[in-house]
């Protein structure tokens, strides 16, 4: 693995998850997303949104990733998996 979750502690400012399964959205393909490392103030946001827990982990992932809630909901869940995992390692191994 080159720029996907390569350990528990991923100290690194973003990273590229190339998706398994590509897809089109809006005139758009999207084959990767590039996630930045979480601030608290994206965790507080997640939080204070009023909404399933689902939803909100699909808020805190359309900011990282810079792209709408929408897209994140088209993902396969495979790949939506392969950001979570990406986001617990900027976490350092540890889930919220």
């Given at each position: 693995?080159?720029?996907e979750v390569e350990a528990k502690k991923d100290m690194r400012?973003?990273?590229?998850?190339?998706?398994d399964f590509?897809?089109?959205k809006d005139?758009?393909?999207?084959?990767?997303?590039?996630?930045?490392r979480p601030k608290t103030k994206d965790s507080l946001k997640a939080a204070k949104f009023k909404g399933h827990d689902a939803d909100k982990g699909i808020l805190?992932?359309?900011?990282?990733c810079n792209v709408s809630p929408d897209v994140i909901a088209e993902?396969?869940?495979?790949?939506?998996?392969?950001l979570g995992?990406?986001?617990?390692?900027?976490?350092?191994?540890?889930?919220?």
């Open positions: 693995m080159t720029d400012l973003s990273a590229d998850i190339t998706l590509p897809f089109d005139g758009k393909t999207y084959s990767s997303l590039t996630m930045r805190l992932l359309a900011d990282l993902l396969d869940e495979i790949d939506a998996m392969k995992a990406q986001l617990d390692a900027f976490r350092g191994g540890q889930s919220s």
